[in-house]
């Protein structure tokens, strides 16, 4: 099975993808269909949950294909009675939590945080460096 080319391979996992849908088709023959206990049989985000905690406490990587299954469960059949998409933009973001427990929206490098910032590789005007040579 091929896969539209949408981002580098270093920033999506095939393997984690596949793992989702074979732990999915184990699931539909051992359990039955998604549909007939999600949402109103089973919580999904509680067993997302556990399954986090789980990781937390082993690494064991497995566990984290199961929180993305049972976070694709709630999607297709949520419990929240408020469920909806609705596209966001960057600003809405709660941003990403650095090892030192910050939260921001920065860019991984500072080349790439003033591209973030309206800047580019050749230009430093309206990004993170305040003047040339920065």
Do not use: C
């Not at 419990?79 to 933009?89: I, N």
Request: hydrophobic share 35%; glycine share 8%.
């Amino acid at each position: 099975m091929g896969r539209i080319q949408i981002a580098p391979d270093t920033e999506f996992s095939e393997t984690f993808v596949e793992g989702m849908a074979a732990r999915m088709a184990m699931s539909y023959f051992k359990y039955g269909a998604v549909a007939e206990a999600y949402p109103l049989k089973r919580d999904a985000i509680a067993s997302l949950q556990q399954r986090l905690l789980k990781y937390a406490e082993t690494g064991n990587t497995e566990w984290l294909i199961d929180v993305a299954n049972f976070a694709m469960i709630e999607f297709m059949h949520p419990r929240h009675p408020h469920a909806h998409f609705s596209p966001t933009d960057a600003d809405e973001s709660p941003g990403r939590t650095h090892l030192d427990g910050r939260v921001s929206a920065e860019a991984n490098t500072l080349s790439r945080e003033n591209i973030r910032r309206g800047g580019s590789n050749r230009r430093t005007d309206g990004g993170f460096y305040t003047r040339e040579g920065d």
